[in-house]
């Protein structure tokens, strides 16, 4: 059972980026899976996530706007466009998974269970 973030970068300023957590050894179709960030000097913060019972979303507000969160058409992977990227956004991205009854914008971050290891994203001119 594995998570795995990929897709960072560096990009300047109003750039585009997509993170990829695909799962290995496991669906993650049945299952919440959250992104999150950790910017150097600060605390990890939850960016977006989807929900699998009925698909609804979250996103900080932060991100809105700017950020989607959706699942690929395999049933592993959960995809994190990132549009109009700020140097505010530079931070390593982490997705996690677990298994959740509720709309996954309830529930913090320590209740989601399987993290995968961080991409990291550079917002710069």
């Known amino acids: 059972v594995q998570l795995q973030a990929s897709g960072g970068g560096s990009v300047q300023p109003g750039g585009s980026l997509r993170l990829s957590c695909a799962a290995s050894?496991?669906?993650?179709?049945?299952?919440?899976v959250g992104w999150f960030r950790q910017a150097p000097g600060k605390e990890r913060e939850r960016v977006a996530c989807i929900s699998s019972h009925d698909g609804s979303t979250y996103y900080a507000d932060s991100v809105k706007g700017r950020f989607t969160i959706s699942r690929g058409n395999a049933k592993n992977t959960v995809y994190l466009q990132m549009n109009n990227l700020k140097p505010m956004d530079t931070a390593v991205y982490y997705c996690?998974?677990?298994?959740?009854?509720?709309?996954?914008?309830?529930?913090?971050?320590?209740?989601?269970?399987?993290w995968g290891q961080g991409t990291l994203v550079t917002v710069s001119s």
């Open positions: 996690a998974s677990e298994n959740l009854a509720l709309q996954c914008g309830v529930y913090s971050e320590a209740e989601f269970g399987s």
């Open positions: 050894g496991f669906r993650l179709d049945y299952l919440a």
